[in-house]
């Protein structure tokens, strides 16, 4: 009974995943915790998680391996792309994914701990290079947890298992004031306790060798991975003097420009009261339109992009239509600033571009213009 009533339950769930994803006019970026779960496990399956090695550490999808969005664009310290608007040279890229024990044949699926961003780094790196079998976890580790039943399983215990600790605990305490008659029975309470909580204890170690979600260091073989040149996608890069000339056009005509530049940041990087210490100065590109990565990200729902309705109305109000060729930028392009860039990308917009080299470059160059 069971066992059936979490197949319908899943059933359920898959079904409202398929309709939440059938709303976006682009349905192949996308792929839901219920329809990730099978495929984990599988050789031809790589999970790129895009959070940083000690997130990955407390916890990844069971499998997968690491990659950091954040290191994953190339620059020196003051801000140099040597191969822009490329995130990294080809043959420093191609190393980059082989080491992961990625090979072109197998699917990549990023993923982050819900928010987004980082996961759409991995993608918008993956993609620029031409990767063919490439999807974004909508929902991320968090979806995964949601959807394992063994998680579900291995928290009931785990609450249990506070709960007798706690009893235990408070025993202990009564014990220390307790007559003679009491103690008896307050010793009998915490050793009941105890063994309860080591049955509690191997039943969780038991149930933690079938968690989707792990604990650990990644482990991984190397592979060679090649990168065609004629494949890479250029239409969904950019690099500082193709920014440069969409930020001319914007002053110049204002709203009525051909262009959109987004800046993802926060508040406090964009007025240049904080900044990264390996960038010169702080500030934004001037005419740039402010639309903070979190407006797009559902954070309520623990999951990665917001309906098509809500982000679709989100970018009307600030008038990015379709029509206009969108570059956004970030601190270093793959975070903040592809998670925009997906979002268009799942909307159906064509003309969008991540800047790859973003603040890390546009603020170290001092041949370009800021403002605060």
């Given at each position: ?18 309709i ?12 839901s ?28 999808i ?99 298992l ?6 235990q ?52 073989t ?30 110049k ?106 603040w ?13």
């Amino acid at each position: 009974m069971n066992r059936l009533l979490m197949t319908l339950c899943l059933a359920a769930s898959l079904s409202a995943a398929n309709i939440l994803a059938a709303d976006y006019a682009n349905k192949d970026i996308l792929i839901s915790a219920e329809e990730a779960v099978t495929l984990i496990g599988n050789p031809k399956v790589m999970f790129v998680s895009g959070d940083n090695e000690d997130i990955y550490k407390l916890g990844h999808i069971k499998g997968s391996v690491e990659m950091y969005a954040h290191h994953l664009h190339h620059s020196e310290i003051d801000g140099e792309m040597h191969c822009a608007p490329l995130y990294r040279c080809i043959d420093d890229a191609e190393q980059t994914i082989g080491k992961k024990g990625i090979s072109n044949d197998m699917t990549v699926i990023a993923y982050d701990d819900f928010k987004g961003p980082n996961a759409t780094g991995v993608y918008s790196f993956f993609d620029s290079y031409g990767h063919k079998n490439l999807k974004v976890l909508n929902g991320g580790r968090a979806a995964i947890m949601a959807a394992d039943p063994a998680q579900k399983e291995y928290d009931a215990l785990n609450k249990d298992l506070k709960a007798l600790t706690k009893v235990q605990k408070d025993t202990k305490e009564k014990l220390k004031t307790a007559v003679n008659a009491d103690k008896v029975t307050l010793n009998a309470s915490i050793a009941q306790a105890q063994n309860d909580m080591t049955a509690l204890k191997a039943k969780m170690a038991e149930v933690e060798k079938r968690l989707l979600v792990v604990k650990g260091d990644e482990s991984v073989t190397a592979k060679t991975y090649k990168i065609d040149p004629k494949n890479i996608k250029y239409s969904v890069i950019a690099e500082k003097n193709e920014v440069k000339h969409a930020m001319e056009d914007i002053l110049k005509n204002g709203k009525n420009s051909k262009f959109v530049i987004i800046d993802s940041r926060g508040l406090a990087e964009i007025i240049g009261e904080r900044k990264m210490d390996n960038v010169a100065r702080g500030g934004h590109i001037p005419g740039a339109t402010f639309i903070e990565w979190s407006q797009i990200s559902d954070a309520d729902k623990k999951m990665s992009f917001k309906s098509a309705d809500e982000i679709q109305k989100i970018y009307d109000s600030y008038g990015v239509t379709k029509d206009k060729t969108i570059y956004a930028y970030c601190q270093v392009g793959a975070g903040r600033g592809s998670e925009h860039i997906t979002a268009f990308q799942l909307l159906g917009y064509k003309n969008v571009k991540v800047f790859t080299g973003s603040w890390d470059v546009w603020g170290n160059d001092m041949n370009l213009p800021i403002k605060r």
